[in-house]
């Protein structure tokens, strides 16, 4: 076993190096600013604008990175967008003011989704038909860990300073060192089939939906987690503990919530993880104004992390369920866009409700969200009956650091052939 896990591993190990790299640089910048924000007096309203930037800019880079990719190869766009995460890292010292921000957060975004593109179809070619998922499991492995160790890196230098700029900049950079070293050949990112949003609001309007609704609960979290933590009292320390305990409650989750998706409707897996994490939050908040011990926040961020994880991944699964598999990679690209919006709006009205109503509409913002979302599905299922099992497609799980992941899923292969009946009706099954 252990020979056949150095086998798998050995021919994407640089590569894994490198984005593992990145993430953590990239991570530490996402706790980093905020703080810094906060440090100098900025208003959470404003904090969350500049945070939700970095999605405008991910959303733009899942469009518009490939074609960069396409242009001028592989390893020198990955090397372009690496320079210029690392020197938007040393840039926030360099323009401390708002608006500078917003734009350097746009570019970043746009730098991250094109580095992520360009690992993603270096490690598709380096995998086979049998051994995509197991690549992509250790590819989710190493980006929840370096997140949640990237996280950790704030603790090393005072927030005040350009020390942790400096870090974020060195691990950005030093992602370049195995790419560019690479002698693996330039990926062939292929043409897509085409696929409207509304033909995939038609197929599934859960899973649209609940992309949507995904980008809201991860992208409010991770630009105003840090400052939530913060504002109730934590030190510096104790705020990144609590953010990286959230992205391992993430990680841990997968497994568990696929056993129950391929087992029993995913709508009501998705409704019944929403509830209960939504109203569980909702008590939390209420009991914040008499102070919460840490080690029980912390447990609740270890659920609250496997489930605002889960929504993605639940809602690709969903969504390929009804969709011929030739548009399988057309909708994820589609669900990615509306993930990376909802990523925007979220941090945006979070952090609006926070300037009004304190540190603890924080959570009751994220919980009411997940609420309302979970009525919507169970409203759904009344509609649409759940396919039998033998109609589905296996549960993957894919990291909500980075949902783009499609090259490596292994539901996307491209040399099977399509079971839909009617292979050029973008539709399989009944809608929901």
């Known amino acids: 076993m252990a020979q056949t896990l150095r086998g798998l591993l050995a021919p994407v190990r640089s590569l894994l190096g490198g984005t593992g790299a990145f993430i953590a640089g990239n991570s530490l910048l996402g706790v980093l600013l905020p703080l810094r924000m906060q440090a100098e007096g900025y208003s959470v309203a404003l904090i969350g604008a500049i945070m939700a930037a970095y999605y405008l800019g991910l959303a733009f880079g899942g469009y518009k990175g490939k074609h960069v990719i396409m242009r001028i190869g592989h390893i020198r766009a990955f090397s372009t967008f690496a320079a210029l995460t690392a020197a938007t890292c040393l840039a926030y010292d360099f323009f401390f003011h708002p608006a500078a921000w917003v734009v350097l957060r746009v570019v970043n975004g746009f730098c991250i989704a094109g580095m992520t593109t360009s690992i993603e179809s270096w490690l598709n070619e380096r995998s086979s038909n049998e051994t995509r998922g197991r690549v992509l499991g250790h590819y989710m492995l190493a980006m929840y860990l370096a997140t949640a160790l990237g996280q950790t890196l704030v603790n090393l230098a005072p927030v005040g300073g350009s020390d942790l700029l400096m870090i974020a900049a060195a691990l950005i950079g030093l992602s370049l060192v195995p790419i560019a070293m690479t002698r693996l050949g330039e990926p062939y990112l292929g043409d897509l ?3 409207g949003v509304a033909d995939l609001f038609r197929a599934s309007k859960v899973g649209v939906i609940g992309a949507g609704v995904a980008g809201i609960l991860v992208g409010s979290y991770y630009a105003l987690g840090v400052v939530f933590a913060r504002q109730i009292g934590l030190s510096v320390s104790e705020a990144a503990l609590f953010m990286s305990t959230v992205v391992i ?5 997968q497994v568990p919530v696929g056993i129950l998706a391929d087992r029993f409707d995913r ?3 998705m409704a019944v993880i929403l509830i209960a994490v939504g109203t569980s939050w909702m008590a939390l908040t209420t009991a914040l104004a008499g102070g919460v011990p840490l080690p029980v926040l912390m447990v609740m961020a270890l659920a609250f992390g496997g489930a605002i994880s889960s929504v993605y991944p639940l809602c690709v699964a969903q969504t390929f369920d009804r969709l011929a598999r030739k548009y399988y990679v057309a909708a994820s690209g589609r669900l990615l866009m509306v993930y990376s ?14 300037s009004v109503y304190g540190p603890g509409s924080f959570f009751l913002f994220e919980s009411t969200v997940a609420i309302l979302y979970a009525g919507f599905v169970l409203f759904c299922v009344r509609g649409a009956r759940a396919l039998p099992v033998e109609a589905r497609e296996k549960f993957v799980p894919l990291p909500d650091i980075s949902p783009a992941a499609m090259a490596l899923d292994p539901r996307t292969e491209p040399d099977v052939i399509p079971s839909d009946p009617d292979p050029d009706r973008p539709v399989s099954g009944a809608a929901g």
């Not at 409650?249 to 989750?253: D, V």
């Not at 709006?345 to 409700?353: K, M």
């Open 341 to 354: 919006i909802g990523a925007t709006i979220g941090p945006l009205l979070a952090s609006a409700l926070m």
């Open 193 to 195: 089939k085409v696929l």
């Open 249 to 253: 409650g993430g990680l841990a989750a």
């Open 267 to 269: 709508r009501i897996v």
